[in-house]
């Protein structure tokens, strides 16, 4: 039974630590891919972690109409309760015909699945893509690039700082 007192990131054995440069290519990769799926007429960020991936999609595909949905669970590495702190706007509702359709959700990752769950409630029609993808959320997404072990963190870069790190013969993993 996994140890309830331990965080997602302690329960993790792995860790993903994703630099700025190669977000910004995997970005582009999945762009790539969601060229193909398109057109959009708008793109849905689940913020805060789906804004840096929709911003740079967003230019890729020429998009300029943007809207969020604010969805938070995790405090830093814990999961707690769903909570939508920010719903859909009617206009972007509208421009999907109440489902979605044409439209794209954007997000950083999946890992259990939880919040892409919810908010393809929202908008059962529209194409949901994220970046990375861990294997209990991966079928709920529609595109995405790189899929991690479910024991793995990822390190995003807007939550890391260069450090020091020790030499392996020290003891460093
Ligand atoms: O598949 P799940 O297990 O639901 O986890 C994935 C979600 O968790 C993170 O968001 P978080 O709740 O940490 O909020 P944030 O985007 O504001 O950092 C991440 O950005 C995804 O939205
Ligand atoms: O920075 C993060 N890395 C992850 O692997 C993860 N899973 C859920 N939420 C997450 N946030
Ligand atoms: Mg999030």
Redesign the pocket.
Known sequence: MADKTLS?EERAGRAFPVSWDQFHRDCRALTWRLNEAGPFAAIIA??????VPAAIVARELGVRVIDTV???????TR?GE?NVLKAISEDTLKLGSGTGKGLLIV????????????VREMLPDAHFA?VYA?P??RP?VDTFITEVSQDTWIF?PW?TALSFAPPLRDGAA
């Open positions: 997602a689940i913020t805060r972690g789906g804004l604010g969805v938070a669970s995790y405090d830093h999961q769903l997000d950083d990752l999946v890992d259990t699945g939880k919040t892409a769950q919810l994220t861990k209990k959320g709920l995003f939550d």
